[in-house]
C-alpha cells in the first residue's frame, strides 16, 4: 500500500498554512474601503476578486479571514476530543453508575439539534471566538465520548486488560497505559471527520452575528455582509459560501482517507455521528 499522504491531507496542510499567511499574502487592506469601487466585479483592475458592500477587497478579506475562521472550526474539535476521550474513558472504566451518570447526562446534550444548541449556547455569551469555540465544544462532545465508550466497551473485556487488574494496577495507570493508546487513533479519525461539519457551524454562528463581530474578517461574517448584493451581484456575494463549501469538503474527505487508510473506529463512526 502507498504511504504517500492523501491529496486531502496536503490541501489541508495548504490551507492551515494559508490560515497562518493569509494576512501577509493579501493584496490590500482588508479593512480598507472606498464606497466609490463598492461592488466591483471578479477581475476589475485592483480586485480580482472584487469588492464588497463597502468597497473592500474580497480576495484580501478572504485569506485574512482564513485564520479566524479555520480557527473557529479547529479548537472546537480539539476541545471536544480531549474532553469526550476523558469523558467516555471515564464511563468505560467506572462502574455502572458512573457510566450510567455521565452518558445520560451527555445525552440530554445529545437530543437538541446541533445547530439549535450552538445558538443557544452562543446566544448566552458575549459574540466573539470564545463563544463559538464554547458552543461546538459542547455540540461536538457527547458524540466524541459516545466514540470513546463504545471503543472502551469493546476492549474492556480483553485479557490484557484483566491482567493489568490482577496484577494491582490502579483505575488511572489502566486509562493511561493500556486504554488511551487503543482509544486515541479511533477518536483522531473521528476528529478529523468533524472539522468540516465545526468550520460550517462556526461560519453559521457568524452569519448570525453570534460569533466573530465585524469588521474582523471571517467568512461567515462576509457572507452576511454580501447577503443584501446576492442579485445584484451574486458572483461576488457567493465567493465566501464557496470557500466554506470548499473547505468543508476538504477535511471530511480527510476524515474519510484516514478511515481508509487506518480502518480505526470502522463500524464505530456512524454510531456517533450527530
Known amino acids: 500500500m502507498s504511504r504517500r499522504p492523501p491529496v486531502s491531507a496536503c490541501l489541508a496542510a495548504a490551507l492551515l498554512l494559508l490560515a497562518v499567511a493569509g494576512p501577509l499574502l493579501a493584496p490590500g487592506d482588508p479593512d480598507a474601503g472606498d464606497l466609490r469601487e463598492r461592488l466591483l466585479p471578479p477581475g476589475s483592475p485592483g480586485h480580482l476578486l472584487g469588492t464588497d458592500t463597502q468597497g ?30 476523558l469523558l467516555g474513558i471515564a464511563a468505560g ?28 449556547v452562543a446566544t448566552v455569551m458575549e459574540p466573539g471566538l470564545l463563544a463559538t469555540v464554547v458552543s461546538l465544544s459542547v455540540v461536538l462532545t457527547p458524540a466524541v465520548t459516545r466514540v470513546a465508550f ?23 495507570t489502566i486509562a493511561v497505559r493500556q486504554v488511551a493508546p487503543v482509544v486515541t487513533p479511533v477518536l483522531l479519525v473521528y476528529s478529523s471527520s ?10 453559521g454562528l457568524s452569519f448570525l452575528g453570534l460569533g466573530v463581530p465585524p469588521p474582523a474578517a471571517e467568512w461567515g461574517a462576509m457572507l452576511d455582509e454580501l447577503r443584501p448584493s446576492l442579485l445584484t451581484r451574486p458572483e461576488v456575494a457567493v ?20 478511515r481508509r487508510r487506518t480502518g480505526a473506529g470502522r463500524g464505530l463512526l456512524a454510531e456517533a455521528g450527530r
Open 56 to 85: 473592500r477587497d474580497v480576495l484580501s478579506r478572504l485569506l485574512v479571514a482564513a485564520g479566524p475562521s479555520l480557527l473557529g472550526g479547529l479548537l472546537p474539535v480539539a476541545v471536544a476530543t480531549v474532553a469526550g476521550g
Open 93 to 120: 472504566l467506572g462502574g455502572r453508575r458512573t457510566e450510567h451518570a455521565l452518558l445520560r447526562t451527555l445525552d440530554v446534550l445529545y437530543a437538541f439539534p446541533g445547530v439549535l444548541l450552538a445558538i443557544t
Open 194 to 203: 468533524l472539522v468540516g461539519l465545526a468550520i460550517v457551524y462556526a461560519a
Open 239 to 258: 465567493l465566501p459560501a464557496l470557500t466554506i463549501l470548499v473547505v468543508s469538503v476538504v477535511f471530511n474527505t480527510l476524515g474519510e482517507a484516514l
Open 150 to 172: 463504545t471503543e472502551v466497551r469493546r476492549i474492556r473485556g480483553a485479557e490484557y486488560l484483566v491482567a493489568a487488574r490482577v496484577s494491582g494496577a490502579g483505575a488511572r
